[in-house]
């Protein structure tokens, strides 16, 4: 995504989005899941956040033929266009969304490392973002790995792309089964103490 278009929207996301500090902070908040469950936010993670969109009903909406009456507030009309655009760049067949979250953090502000349900795509959205501020997102084995086996850089306006666990989003009763040979563990790290910016991510969850 060009820096242009972040640039003109970064005002946007700062001034006219409704920021929590809390994730998950909807009717799931609270739950505790059973051992032999997989949740899709471990622990008490909490950090910037709000749902731009979740499915409550059947079938999948699907963003690829939307009108812009899934996205409730026409103000976020155009994160639906974007994300239109670019699961039509990686599959030629409808992109089932179940959920659009936005994740804010500030420095030294770690997501917890979990797993997603779904195909997933994190979007970066901060402009001008600068190498030496952070901010990856790491990839590992297991959940509790100290050492990653990946890290992918926060560059502004990149899209990572990575299939999670078969089933529905949190909240929904699931069994899950991997789509890789295991859960793809994650963890989006908040920028160091010399950025003073809000690193944003675009989180979007579905299924081609």
Known sequence: IKNDFLRERYEFLLRECNWQFVINSGKTQGITYPAGRLPDMMGDNKMWGFAIFDEHCEP????????????????????????????????????????????????????????????????????????????????????????????????????VFFHGVEGHKEGYPFTPRFINEKPVWHQGRGPNADCHELRISLNVRGKW
């Open 60 to 159: 999948p909406y699907v963003i690829t033929s939307t009108d812009g009456s899934i996205a409730g507030d026409s103000k976020y009309q155009w994160m639906f266009d974007m994300v239109s655009y670019i699961t039509q760049q990686l599959g030629e067949v409808p992109f089932e969304v179940w959920s659009l979250h936005m994740n804010g953090q500030t420095s030294n502000l770690d997501a917890a490392v979990h797993a997603d349900t779904g195909d997933n795509l994190i979007i970066y959205l901060t402009p001008d973002w600068k190498p030496e501020w952070g901010g990856e997102i790491a990839f590992y084995n297991e959940e509790k790995d100290e050492t990653p086996i990946q890290t992918v850089d926060y560059v502004s306006g990149r899209v």
